[in-house]
């Protein structure tokens, strides 16, 4: 097997899929806004904006820019720490707990007409190869 071409052909379909629209909201979701949102929620509403930065794997210019666009929409607050000002406290609100919910439930029903177009076979075998995919990645970067 020709490994160097299939991983070529791999990053072909990466990037065709960043043009389709719901490429574009599953890329958009792994490393913007939402998942912004989703790591809040996963530890307990609130975060410093480094730490979102690193376990993002994003600049903290990238943070910064999408923590503007979320307290312009009022999906998060940021405020100063009182014991030193220069520290930044990231906290997820109700209206965006509840936008993240949304996005959440239209990324699962996206999956599930793809998954319902696959059938049962492949949808089993796409889910055990993503799977197969993570644990490759945690144990070669941790």
Known sequence: MDYASCAKEMLQLFAEARWTEAGRAVHQ??????????????????????????????????????????????????????DDKRQILVELTVTGARSLEEYIARMQERFRLMFEAFGEEDTLAYIRLQRKMMAYFQQRHS
């Open 29 to 82: 979701g792994m490393s913007g806004e939402a998942a912004v949102l989703y790591d809040l929620r996963e530890h307990e509403g609130q975060a410093h904006p480094r730490e979102l930065s690193q376990r993002l794997g994003v600049s903290t210019a990238r943070v910064a820019a999408i923590l503007g666009h979320l307290e312009e929409a009022g999906l998060i607050t940021r405020q100063r720490q009182s």
